[in-house]
C-alpha cells in the first residue's frame, strides 16, 4: 500500500479494473487517491459502470456480449446468435477508457481540472449498435441476426462462389447496374422487382438467390477480377493465413515481428502520425513483474535496501 | 474553397473520411492545410490509409469486416461465417481516430507540434481480433468460428434452455464445480474427461450436450436465479426490447430521448466523469446545413452580404 500511494503520487494516471468499491477496500477511496495527487486523473474500466443497481456484478466479455444485446443482432438469417468472433465488449472498453483518459488530460492541461473516468463494458457494447437500437423504435420489431448482409441495403452481402465466397457491396443503382453487367444478367437492373433499392431490399432473397446462381460457377478469384474492372466494390473473405500475406498490412507495419521470437508477430498500432516513426518490430512483452524494480528505483528512488526489503516481505495474491 | 480554407484557418482540428488523394485535389494537400494553419491536426479515416498498395481502394464496413479476418472467426461452430451485426469496422476506425487527435491534441498543447494522423478501417479492424492472431501462429491452424465459445476457457459458451439461451461463463475450477452443483451434476467436477479447463477444453463438445440437456428442462429465469445464488457468471441473450427495459442503462444515462421526437431515444456517452454533468436527454441531430449560416457568421464572421451571396453562388454535389 506504501509504494502504492508512492505511484500514484508520482503519476499523471491511475488506471484500474477492479470491481467498483475493490479500491476503496483497499483504503484507496476516490478521495483517498486525489488527496495523494490532487493532480491526477483516476480512471476505472468495469462492467457495469460505478453506479447503478448492477455495478457490484462479475463481468466477461461473453457475458457483457450477451446482456448488452451484440450477440441477438450478429448470427445466421436463420435466427442463429453468435458471439462476436473476438472479445469486442473489452477492447471497446478499452478505447472509451483510453478516449476518456486522453481528454482528461488534455482539459488538465488546459485547466488545471482533475476527472474521475468512470468506463462499463454495457454502456461501452451498447454504444456500438447503431441502426439496429433506431430500426427498433421505428419499426416495433425486434432486430434478429442477418447473416452477412445489411439491413436495409441490397445487394451488400456475401455470396457463395464455385470455391468460397465473396462479400459485394452494391449500394446504389449504379454499381447495382454494373455488377448485373459483370454477371450478364443486365435485365435485372431494370426488373420491376429490383430497380430500386428498396425494391431489392424487399427481394432481398428472391435476387440473393439469382446473383449466387451465377456467382457459384466461377470462382472467387475470377469474380474479384471482373468486379474490380466495374470497380464495384468486393471482397475476398480473409481468414488468419491472408492477414499474414495481405501486403497492404505489411506497408503499414501492421505485422511486427516481435524481438527474438522466432518471427511470432504482434499486430501494430492502428493510429498513425504520418511523418513520425511508425515501429517496424515490437518489444518483447515483459514477463509478470520483469520492471517492477526499475519502476521502485527508477520511478520512485527507492534505495537498493528497500527494494530488497519489500522483495522479502512480499505477500502473494493468495496470501492476501 | 475559400469557406474552407477560412474553417482551417480558425479551427483546432480537421477531420476528413475522403478517399486518399481526394482532398488534395481539390486544392487542399497535406502541405496547403499546414500552410493555412500551421497549428492544426489534420486527421483522416479512411479505407486503408493514405500509404500502400491498396490505399485507393473504395470500402465499406462489409468490405473491410471481410478483408481483416474479423468474419472468419465469427459465425456457427458448423462453420458458417457472418458479418458483426453492426458496422464495427466503422465504429472502431472513429475510436481509433478519436484517440489519436485528443492525443494529437494534448501534445501540442504540452510541446507545440502538430500531427497528420492517418488512420485506416483495416489496420483498425485488424487490431482487434487479439487471440486469433496468436492462435494461427502457435497452432499453424486457421482459426474458424466458434459460435457463442472462448477458444480456450469452457464452459464458457451460451446453453439452450427450455424457453431461450444462456451464457455461461464459468471460467476457473471454482466456478466450474459450482455449476455442476446447480445441474445437480456434481460428479462432473470430478469426472476425469472435465477436471482441468485444458480437459474440459478438449471434451467440450461432450460437456456441452451434458449441460445443455439438463438447462433444457428449465426456464433461463429459472436458472439464472439458481447460478446467481452460487456467483456463477451467466446471463440472458438480451436483445433491442430487452436494451429497453434494462435498468442499469436507464441508471447510467444510456438511452437518452431526443428532445421534440416523441420519446425516440438514442445511446448516451459511455465515457462518463464522475460528478460532472450526465445529460439525461439529447438535442435532435441538425437537419443537413441547419448550421451553416450559425457558422458563417459567428465563427468566421462573415456579413450578412457575404452569406447571401454564398448561397446564391452555391453549387450542389452533383455540378461540382
Chains 1, 2 share one sequence.
Not at 457491396?169 to 429490383?194: E, M, Y
Not at 425494391?199 to 432473397?205: A, G, S
Not at 478469384?221 to 475476398?236: G, Q, S, T
Not at 522466432?262 to 517496424?280: L, R
Request: charged fraction near 25%.
Amino acid at each position: 500500500k506504501e509504494v502504492l500511494a508512492d505511484l500514484i503520487r508520482t503519476t499523471d494516471v491511475l488506471i484500474e479494473n477492479y470491481r467498483p468499491g475493490t479500491l476503496a477496500r483497499l483504503g484507496f477511496s476516490d478521495e483517498r487517491v486525489v488527496e495523494i495527487n490532487p493532480n491526477i486523473i483516476h480512471a476505472s474500466a468495469s462492467g457495469f459502470g460505478h453506479s447503478g443497481p448492477e455495478s457490484q456484478k462479475p463481468a466477461y466479455d461473453c457475458i457483457v456480449q450477451a446482456l448488452s444485446g451484440i450477440i441477438s443482432i450478429t448470427g445466421t438469417e436463420e435466427g442463429q446468435s453468435v458471439r462476436v468472433g473476438t472479445s469486442i465488449s473489452d477492447i471497446i472498453t478499452g478505447m472509451y477508457t483510453a478516449i476518456g483518459i486522453v481528454s482528461a488530460l488534455f482539459r488538465h492541461e488546459k485547466t488545471g481540472q482533475v476527472a474521475r473516468v468512470d468506463v462499463a463494458m454495457l454502456d461501452s457494447t451498447v454504444s456500438v449498435l447503431e441502426n439496429a437500437i433506431a430500426r427498433y423504435q421505428i419499426s416495433e420489431e425486434i432486430p434478429t441476426p442477418l447473416g452477412s448482409r445489411h439491413p436495409s441495403i441490397t445487394p451488400f452481402e456475401s455470396f457463395k462462389t464455385k470455391d468460397s465466397e465473396i462479400m459485394i457491396a452494391a449500394g446504389n443503382d449504379k454499381l447495382f447496374s454494373d455488377l448485373c453487367t459483370v454477371i450478364a444478367k443486365p435485365d435485372l437492373a431494370v426488373d420491376q422487382r429490383f430497380k430500386t433499392n428498396l425494391m431489392r431490399t424487399e427481394n432481398q432473397q428472391e435476387l440473393k438467390q439469382i446473383i449466387e446462381k451465377v456467382l457459384s460457377e466461377n470462382s472467387t478469384r475470377h469474380w474479384l477480377e471482373a468486379l474490380d474492372v466495374k470497380k464495384v466494390p468486393c471482397a475476398r473473405i480473409n481468414n488468419m493465413k491472408d492477414i499474414f500475406e495481405n501486403e497492404q498490412l505489411k506497408e503499414r507495419n501492421m505485422l511486427l515481428p516481435v524481438e527474438s521470437e522466432n518471427g511470432f508477430k504482434i499486430i501494430g498500432n492502428p493510429i498513425k502520425f504520418a511523418g513520425e516513426s511508425n515501429e517496424a518490430s515490437a518489444e518483447k512483452a515483459p514477463v509478470l513483474g520483469e520492471h517492477t524494480d526499475i519502476v521502485l528505483r527508477e520511478v520512485l528512488g527507492y534505495s537498493k535496501e528497500k527494494i530488497a526489503s519489500l522483495h522479502e516481505n512480499k505477500i502473494t495474491r493468495e496470501e492476501y
